[in-house]
Every structure is written in C-alpha cells, then in structure tokens.
C-alpha cells in the first residue's frame, strides 16, 4: 500500500517535471514580478526558524533530503 | 619574530607604516566602491522543544545566532553559532512486546555547540558559497564542508543550483573490537571518558555524502515551483551508542546494530502560488524518500500565508508524513529470527526505523519594518524584525512498543522566537 503511494508519488513528479520541461520558455517579465519578490512567496523566508522546525523533524523520521532552499521567488536579487 | 627582533626602530616605523599604507589600500578598494551595497544582518533565535509525557520528559532549548556582512555587493562573509541543550529520560534497553522485563528510563543530559562559517561570491546571474561547521558534545563531533554553486537564467526566471556537502564524524563507543561478534558488543553507559585515552573507550567514525539539486522556477507572476532532488552516502558507525536491543528470549541485550551503509535519496516539489482574490499565498508540497534500508517516505505540506497589516504576516502550516519500516525493523528480536535474515544480522531499538505516521500544524507571526528607500529605521536599521512560531507534532508509532507498551511521548511541541536586523 505504501510503496503504491510512494510510486504514484514518484511518477506525479515526473509529470510535473516533464511538464516544466515541455513548457521552459515561460517568462514573467520583470515589471511582473511585484508579487514573485514578496516574502510571502519565498520557499525558505525565515532559515533561522525553519531551520529548528526542520532539526526537529529530521530527528523524528527516517526520511532526509529535498528541503527547501533559498533562492525561490523573482529569482531578482 | 625573530626578524622583526632583529630590525632596527627606523626600520620598523617604516614596516608599520607600509603595512598601515598597504591595509588602507585594500580596504579602501574593498569598501569605497560599494560603499552603498555595505550591509550587515544579524539575526538570533531561541526554540523551546518539549514532549509533554510521564516518561521521556524530553526538553531541547535551541539557541542560535547568524551573522552575514557583505563589505561589497559581491561578497558576503557568514558566521553561526547553534546549541541544542538537552534533558530527558530514555530506557537504555529496547525490549519488544514478548518481554516480561520493563526497564525504566534513565535521565540524561548533553549540551551541543555547533560553529560555522562561511563566504560566498556573487557575479552577475551566479553565486558561488563554501561552508564549514564543527559541533561537539560530549559524546559526538562531526565537521562539515559545503559547496554550492548556483545560476540565474531565462531573465531571472530560472536558477539553478548544485551542491556537495562532507561530513567526518565521530562518535563515542565502548571499546569492542571490530571482529567482535555484535552480539557481544555492550552499549555505552555515560560519556564519561570519551574523546580521551580511556581504555574503555573508542571513536567510531561516520563518512557523510550529500548531493543537492535544486531547480528555482517563476511559471507566471504568482506561480513559482521548486524541485530539489538530494542523494546522501553514509558509511560508518550509525548506531545509537547508548542503546540495547533485547535478542535472546532469556533476555540477552546487545548494542544496537545498523548496516554501517546507507544510500539516501528524496526527491521534493514545492509549489507557491498567491491567490488574489483572498491575498494570500499558499504552498503545497510533497516529497517521496527511500533508502536502502528499504525504508519508503512520503510528506505532504499545506501552508497559507498573509499580511493581516504591512508590517505583519501570518503564515499556517500543516505536514502529514508516513514511512514504512526498515527491512530488518522489528520490534521484538527474540523470536529466533534466522541468523541469516536481515531481523538475524541486525537490530534496533530505534523508533525512526519502524513504520510511522506523523501529522503537524502550526502557525507563526511576523513582523518586518523596513526603511524606504535609504531612510533607516530608528535612523541606524536597514530593516528590524522578529518572529514567534509554534508546532504541534504527533506521531503514530504503528508498531513500536516499550516491552509491549505504546510509547507516551509521541506529542512534540515547538515554540521558536527569532529577531534581526540589518544595518
């Protein structure tokens, strides 16, 4: 049952990254991106609390990897 | 030293004074240009971490503090202090559901400092970034080296970033001999002597690889998507040092005993994406993991965040997370597993390889003034601010047990409070 869900995981982000592939030519002009630069749509727009939240998290699973990193957003500075 | 005791005063006065001409000179070169793009933050946390239960009583206080100074808009120079500080209770022998012996948990206590320290060097539509960072406690130290290199494209629509970090760790075990059989291996009973020349101690280590890929995307003025794909190594003593595990009906215990590989890979896609209508930007995010431990993982997170004034935001979370177990997870090993099998070879007392679900939420305040344009906050603050967070996280052990009772401390509870400021 788990490893289905893992796999329809897996293959949902394969789509996802075909699809992005397929479709790269998208731009956002740079008088568009108001709301990409807020800090409401960073990945990662406080590292110091997330950092602690992610340190707890790690030390409860098993799992590790694929967290969020800086950088995300109007990709302007 | 020698030299310099050797010059005369004339000679000296005139070495000082180069080396003085020489230092202006280079700050000069380093700060006068940018003199605009100088800009300092600093930025302090404390986190409170509590498993409200009978039994473990764990609490782990988290302080930190960063610092990043940038003396030119290509440069930026960072430090960090971390600790986590540590008092809790935990049986020292895992048993499984067929014990007649209950163990009582055992108080214990450790403080662990990490420092780092780092630079990186921005050009154009790239960055480049080493870091360093050593930690130790009684029981453990580890090093670490990280680099990372990342590029802008498609009109700043894309980046994309790679890095490798290595750890050399060690830990502290009891003396036991490589060819030992592990089931008369003993675990550790204190940290007492460990990391010095006692004859009851030795330092195992742990080789750590990790690969990060990670891939920025701006798909349309409120949608962005990252992807972050990451591979680690480990080889080593992946142990808990201090840990039994029950192996024999009589009640024969050895310490815990991992593979001493382990092949990690998770793969993560994250979606932001601001809703106008209600002003809000909300998150979606899910990660598949597997190891070969055969463990399989898979999260999903949900977040909501807006402005409730301009200078304050309210971000909800929540996380739902299931594993599967290790191929060699049980939770009783005295049921005369085949020696060959991997439940015959290995054993664990260690709930993060069992078969779990976890579910959080949370929510955190934050607030941000900054001055516009050149105008300063309080005439010295590029920008102030300070946050306060708080998680609740519940996990569903399916099988572990303690001699065949469920754990009590499987609610965590996190209160974090940030503050910085930019000069």
Known sequence: ?77 | MRLQLMLNPRARRRGRRRSFAWLSVALGALLAPHARAQVADVDVRTSVFNEPSATSKLTVIHPGAAVVVRPTSWLGVNASYDADIVTGATEAVKRGRLADIVTQASDFSDTRHVVGGGFSITRASTELSANYAYGFESDYKSQSFTVAAGTDFLQKNTKIELSYGRGFDEVCTTAFAETDAPSNRQALTSSDGCFSNADDRAVREINLDTFQAAWNQNWTPELNMQMVLTGALQNGFLENPYRSVEIAAAGDAALENHPDNRARGALALRLKYYVRPIKTAIGFGVRGYRDTWDILGQTYELSGERYLFPWLRLLVRGRYYAQTGALFWSDDYTGGEPETGPRGQYWSGDREVSPLASYSAGARLQLEKSGAGEARVFGIFRQLRAAAAFDGIKTDLKEFTWSGETPDDTLALLFTLTAGASF
């Open chain 1, 1 to 77: 049952m788990e490893h289905h869900l893992v796999g329809k995981v897996v293959k949902g982000m394969a789509a996802s990254l075909l699809l992005a592939l397929g479709t790269s030519c998208v731009t956002v002009r740079p008088e568009q991106k108001a709301i990409l630069a807020d800090p409401t749509m960073q990945f990662e727009s406080n590292p110091l609390e997330e950092s602690a939240r992610q340190h707890v998290i790690e030390n409860r699973e098993a799992a590790y990897g694929g967290g969020s990193v800086q950088g995300g957003g109007c990709g302007c500075n």
